[in-house]
Nanobody
């Protein structure tokens, strides 16, 4: 079993920055990739960024150049640095972890990001 706990959400003005953290515990040796997703009210959950165990990284086109995913293996934590935030970035951000066998994805509870114009 894997547990994920996000933190770092909050309210900022457009153009501001936030850093989200996702602390991982449990059977972390079974994790192959970790990612961030977001869901705004009335919208479907959408992919934001992904980091794979080998270090490969992918981003949604809408966040390239503004959001950066990283990890601290020693701290078992994945981060999402968010710069130049826009009102359309406002959403609940959740991190997830994919098990190596691909048969299960774990999710955190989410953290709210509010961006005012």
């Amino acid at each position: 079993q894997v547990q994920l706990v996000e933190s770092g959400g909050g309210s900022v003005q457009a153009g501001g920055s936030l850093r989200l953290s996702c602390a991982v515990s449990g059977s972390i040796h079974n994790i192959n990739a970790m990612g961030w997703y977001r869901q705004a009210p009335g919208k479907r959950r959408e992919f934001v960024a992904l980091i794979i165990s080998g270090g490969n990284i992918n981003y949604a086109d809408s966040v390239k150049g503004r959001l950066t995913i990283s990890r601290d293996i020693a701290k078992n934590t994945v981060y999402l640095q968010m710069n130049s935030l826009k009102p359309e970035d406002q959403a609940v951000y959740s991190c997830n972890a994919d098990r190596v066998d691909g048969l299960k994805t774990y999710w955190g509870q989410g953290t709210q990001v509010t961006v005012s114009s």
